[in-house]
């Protein structure tokens, strides 16, 4: 596996005193790292059948919408309160930092879709658990969720829960 590693900064005390954020701005403006990057998230994926990828806001639509053409499937964005314009279904969750909500349009996945759930980083696994909720809702199988960065010593992936697999790019103990 290529080494992505350096092209991931911290960034001490963001977005509140005692938290150090890792910042993927450097990977995604890295050409070469940012598609070996979606290359090797797919990797693991390939031979799953899946039909959709579903990014989660922000940062997961940047990897979502990349690996979703890399995959040959569909693109699902799950989105923050009120951007959406069609009728939606919403899940409420905790972040490590306070509480948010995820929204899809209810006609997001046709009946049978196969979906792989993406986003930048892995930390308590609320995020990720709320967006595996929201795709149960809209009827479809969960295939498995992967991230660019697990952050380990959070405990997401024990969180996680779901019988789906879960793949990290990176991972922080």
């Known amino acids: 596996m290529p080494d992505f590693d350096h092209l991931i900064r911290d960034i001490p005390d963001f977005p509140k005193p005692g938290i150090v954020f890792k910042d993927i701005s450097p990977l995604l403006g890295d050409a070469e790292g940012f598609a070996a990057c979606v290359r090797t998230l797919g990797e693991a994926w390939r031979e799953s059948r899946i039909s959709h990828v579903a990014g989660i806001e922000s940062r997961g639509f ?8 890399e995959l040959g499937a ?27 909500r995820l929204e899809a349009h209810a006609d997001a996945l046709p009946p049978g879709a196969r ?56 991972r922080y103990e």
């Open 62 to 69: 940047i990897f979502g919408a990349a690996l979703a053409t």
């Open 74 to 100: 569909g693109f699902v964005p799950l989105r923050k309160p009120g951007k959406l314009p069609a009728d939606t279904i919403a899940v409420d969750y905790a972040l490590e930092y306070g509480h948010d």
């Open 115 to 170: 979906v792989l759930l993406i986003d930048d980083v892995l930390a308590t696994g609320g995020t990720l658990r709320a967006a595996a909720e929201l795709i149960g809702q809209l009827g479809a199988t969960l295939a498995g969720a992967a991230v660019v960065v697990e952050l380990v010593f959070l405990g997401g992936r024990e969180r996680w829960r779901e019988s789906a697999p879960l793949t990290a790019l990176l």
